[in-house]
């Protein structure tokens, strides 16, 4: 599939005043055809329709988006393992492949990353889908691409999910590079979640044990996502959190965080009282 590489500034402002413009977002087709051409942005459709009727349902689509390299898969990996969804046998099994590839950290990433390519580049190729239940919900979560080329499938992701996680990478210069850099996939990923239909964000502040907890770098993440999210894109306020997290270590994902580093200045509530 051919997937247009670059956007102009227009293009992208288009992309803004579409997701401003009402306050329950619709697909606009022409201009999305316009800068991703080719992609089956449909497929789906008739189910985010239904999701968004029964949006306070128990059943919630529930897609994960953000950069490349920003630890997706291995957040959402370890979160199954958490709940006891992935089991000790198939952990085992991830860590012997792990160590033949020669990627000694990826063995929660390989329970979302299926394709043999995928895992060989450790890059998400396909939209994967798994289940899991928290006390009041049952969630369907699709793990979607975060690397450009593949954008197609994040896009088919996002038409058929009422709610979003975004994963931000905390590491030095990793925020920087997916929010201001040459090819902004986080901010692409966020304008295009909200104009596919998404309402509620989850923003998780990934790898913060790389930067030791540090709370002045989750404020300045925060506080650049804020201004973006709710004055551009026009996303509620009430309807964006904000989590540390560390998707590998698995702190602040299931349950709250013990660390020192984390709780002398946060004591929000972790990923899954969120989701819940």
């Known amino acids: 599939m051919n997937v247009k590489k670059g956007k102009t500034a227009f293009e992208e402002e288009d992309l803004i005043l579409m997701a401003k413009r009402s306050k329950e977002p619709t697909v606009d087709k022409k201009i999305l055809n316009q800068i991703y051409p080719k992609i089956d942005y449909f497929k789906g459709m008739d189910e985010q329709e ?20 920003s630890g997706k898969s291995t957040l959402t990996g370890h979160l199954l393992y958490k709940l006891e969804i992935v089991k000790e046998q198939e952990m ?15 063995q929660f990433a390989y329970i979302m990353d299926e394709l043999e390519e995928e895992r060989e580049r450790g890059v998400t190729i396909e939209l994967t889908t798994r289940f899991f239940k928290t006390p009041n919900r049952d969630f369907t979560i699709l793990d979607a691409p975060g690397h450009r080329d593949f954008i197609a499938n994040m896009i088919t992701g996002s038409t058929q999910a009422s709610c979003a996680v975004l994963v931000l990478d905390a590491y030095k210069n990793a925020f920087e590079s997916g929010w201001d850099g040459g090819l902004c996939t986080t901010k692409e990923h966020a ?13 998780v502040i990934n790898k913060m044990d790389t930067c030791e907890w540090n709370q002045d770098r989750f404020t300045f993440i925060h506080e650049k ?4 999210l709710v004055k551009k894109l026009g996303f ?17 994902l299931l349950t709250r965080s013990s660390d020192p580093n984390l709780t002398s200045w ?10 819940d």
Do not use: T
Request: hydrophobic share 35%; glycine share 6%; with cysteine.
């Open 191 to 203: 304008i295009l979640a909200r104009c596919l239909g998404v309402s509620q964000l989850v923003c």
């Open 92 to 106: 085992r099994k991830m860590n012997k492949l792990c160590d033949q590839n020669n990627k000694a950290s990826f």
């Open 225 to 228: 996502l804020e201004q973006h």
């Open 50 to 69: 239904k999701d968004a009727k029964e949006e306070n349902s128990k059943n919630l689509n529930l897609v994960i988006i953000g950069h490349v390299d």
């Open 236 to 252: 509620k306020a009430d309807c964006l959190s904000y989590i540390p997290i560390s998707g590998l270590s698995g702190e602040n």
């Open 266 to 275: 946060y004591d929000g509530p972790c990923l899954v009282e969120v989701l």
